[in-house]
């Protein structure tokens, strides 16, 4: 993994944990949802920081 995407990933989870409001004890979700909010930036070229969690 580079270094850069794995910033991206770090700062994307981040923003979820912070958008659910903190919680704690789900920090393995919240990077495997960054990393496919990653992918899919990569994959469409489009940021992942706009779009809306589930």
């Known amino acids: 993994m580079t270094d850069d995407r794995q910033e991206r990933?770090?700062?994307?989870?981040h923003q979820i944990w912070l958008q659910e409001g903190q919680p704690a004890g789900h920090h393995e979700r919240h990077w495997?949802?960054?990393?496919?909010?990653?992918?899919?930036?990569d994959?469409?070229?489009?940021?992942?920081a706009k779009k809306p969690t589930r």
């Open 43 to 48: 994959a469409t070229g489009k940021s992942a």
């Open 32 to 41: 495997h949802q960054a990393a496919a909010d990653v992918d899919q930036e």
């Open 9 to 13: 990933i770090r700062n994307r989870a």
